[in-house]
């Protein structure tokens, strides 16, 4: 008999043909993520369960003893799933870093673009058909050749964008790391957050969960330049959004780019007035490849595991 596997919402064509040719799978073809309780009941129902963004694996989750023995998460972030209750149930866990991080990166570099260059603010002059033409001193913004970024967290995202700020526009590169890195370019590793945060563009890009939660908080966004620029595209919660709210209202801060929010997918009506902030809806892996990528990177978690062989990719 094949084993059972609960898929939590719908992922590419291609993937979910080679789940069904392996498990006996079940999608649950729902947008929302999957709710606590919900979560429990996965846990008890299926030998597998490949989770998405959200689903909400917490540690009551794996209070009962589980069936399910594998978690084969689609994303390289798993704060939604609490990884010590599932250690201690004997479930688990995998993720798919690597497959991200390149498009990770570019989005970064896009809204640090967006952001720096005003460009939302312009395109909804555009729209609206209240833009009377070019003029000198229109919409004057950033330059971000030459200038420098301050990267929070330099793992293989981070280190993309680093590669892309350095090579592509000139930067120099600071960045602040939990432990010592060599990111393979001139880059300098700063001693505290606070030297990182004084750059011309701050660009947040460590993992989520507890350690990481409000990392980036109004002492963190203080150290910023009035002219800086922040962008983050690691977990929502990694930045106390009141405090970011207010930094940008009261311009002490130029901008900030967000792919991820703190209550996601809620966003605050403060946070969407502002015309100096570019606002996405989480499009960081939004590219077909690199989500079929992500999804066979689960599936061959899941093959390894029930073939009685080291998973690829635990966390």
Same mark, same amino acid.
């Given at each position: 008999?094949?084993?059972?596997?609960? @898929?939590?919402?719908?992922? #590419?064509?291609?993937? !979910?043909?080679?789940? %069904?040719?392996?498990?006996?799978?079940?999608?649950?073809?729902?947008?929302?993520? +999957?709710?606590? =309780?919900?979560?429990?009941?996965?846990?008890?129902?299926?030998?597998?369960?490949?989770?998405?963004?959200?689903?909400? $694996?917490?540690?009551?989750? $794996?209070?009962?003893?589980?069936?399910?023995?594998?978690?084969?998460?689609?994303?390289?972030?798993?704060?939604?799933?609490?990884?010590?209750?599932?250690?201690?149930? *004997?479930?688990?866990?995998?993720? /798919?870093?690597?497959?991200?991080?390149?498009?990770? %990166?570019?989005?970064?570099?896009?809204?640090?673009?967006?952001?720096?260059?005003?460009?939302?603010?312009? =395109?909804? +002059?555009?729209?609206?058909?209240?833009?009377?033409?070019?003029? #000198?001193?229109?919409?004057?913004?950033?330059?971000?050749?030459?200038?420098?970024?301050?990267?929070?967290?330099?793992?293989?995202?981070?280190?993309?964008?680093?590669?892309?700020?350095?090579?592509?526009?000139?930067?120099?590169? !600071?960045?602040?790391?939990?432990?010592? &890195?060599? #990111?393979?370019?001139?880059?300098?590793?700063?001693?505290?957050?606070?030297?990182?945060?004084?750059?011309?563009?701050?660009?947040?890009?460590? #993992?989520?969960?507890?350690?990481?939660?409000?990392?980036?908080?109004?002492?963190?966004?203080?150290?910023?330049?009035?002219?800086?620029?922040?962008?983050?595209?690691?977990?929502?919660?990694?930045?106390?959004?009141?405090?970011?709210?207010?930094?940008?209202?009261?311009?002490?801060?130029?901008?900030?780019? !967000?792919?991820?929010?703190?209550?996601?997918?809620?966003?605050?009506?403060?946070?969407? %007035?502002?015309?100096?902030?570019?606002?996405?809806?989480?499009?960081?892996?939004?590219? !077909?490849?690199?989500?079929?990528?992500?999804?066979?990177?689960?599936?061959?978690?899941? &093959?390894? $595991? $029930?073939? *009685?062989?080291? @998973?690829? /990719?635990?966390?």
């Amino acid at each position: 008999m094949k084993p059972t596997l609960l @898929v939590t919402r719908r992922l #590419p064509d291609r993937v !979910l043909a080679a789940l %069904a040719a392996r498990f006996d799978m079940t999608l649950r073809d729902e947008t929302a993520p +999957l709710t606590p =309780e919900e979560a429990a009941a996965a846990l008890a129902g299926y030998d597998a369960v490949l989770p998405t963004l959200g689903d909400g $694996f917490r540690a009551a989750a $794996f209070a009962a003893r589980p069936r399910a023995r594998i978690l084969a998460n689609f994303g390289v972030g798993y704060n939604h799933i609490d990884a010590a209750a599932a250690k201690a149930a *004997g479930v688990t866990v995998t993720n /798919t870093p690597g497959a991200v991080t390149d498009a990770t %990166a570019d989005i970064a570099v896009m809204l640090m673009l967006m952001a720096a260059r005003r460009a939302g603010e312009g =395109e909804r +002059l555009v729209r609206s058909g209240r833009w009377g033409g070019w003029q #000198p001193t229109q919409m004057l913004g950033l330059h971000v050749s030459g200038k420098t970024v301050g990267i929070v967290g330099m793992g293989r995202i981070g280190q993309a964008i680093a590669r892309r700020c350095h090579f592509g526009f000139g930067m120099t590169v !600071l960045f602040h790391n939990r432990s010592r &890195v060599d #990111p393979g370019l001139p880059a300098r590793q700063v001693g505290s957050l606070a030297e990182a945060m004084a750059a011309d563009v701050v660009i947040v890009a460590v #993992p989520g969960g507890p350690a990481t939660h409000h990392l980036i908080d109004a002492a963190a966004l203080a150290a910023m330049p009035p002219h800086g620029v922040f962008v983050n595209v690691s977990r929502g919660d990694v930045v106390d959004e009141a405090a970011l709210i207010a930094a940008l209202e009261a311009r002490r801060i130029g901008a900030a780019g !967000l792919d991820v929010y703190e209550f996601e997918p809620a966003v605050p009506d403060r946070l969407r %007035a502002l015309e100096n902030a570019v606002l996405l809806p989480h499009l960081g892996t939004n590219a !077909l490849e690199v989500r079929e990528q992500m999804g066979m990177m689960a599936h061959d978690n899941l &093959v390894a $595991f $029930f073939e *009685g062989r080291p @998973v690829l /990719t635990p966390v």
